[in-house]
């Protein structure tokens, strides 16, 4: 079962999004994230069976942002 885990964070910005893809994408793998940065709260999407919200906190962390977990929608 996959798990999509969502976060609000502080990526706001096209350019945020580029400074934190290595991390993401080194965490939870290319095409299985995606920011929302139109919405007031910045939600990342995480699409994953394999990685936990502390990992992507971590990596999101790393690249130099915040981001706060939200419920777990299991697919």
């Known amino acids: 079962m996959k798990a ?7 990526i706001n910005c096209g350019g945020c999004i580029a400074s934190v ?8 793998g290319e095409g299985n994230w995606q920011v929302d ?8 999407t995480v699409d994953s ?4 919200k502390d990992a992507v906190i971590e990596a999101v962390n790393k ?4 981001a706060d977990s939200m419920d777990v929608i299991n697919e």
């Open 63 to 66: 690249a130099g942002f915040q």
């Open 37 to 44: 940065i139109n919405d007031p709260a910045k939600i990342l």
């Open 49 to 52: 069976d394999t990685v936990g």
């Open 21 to 28: 893809t290595p991390a993401l994408n080194s965490a939870v």
């Open 4 to 10: 999509q885990l969502k976060f609000k964070t502080t």
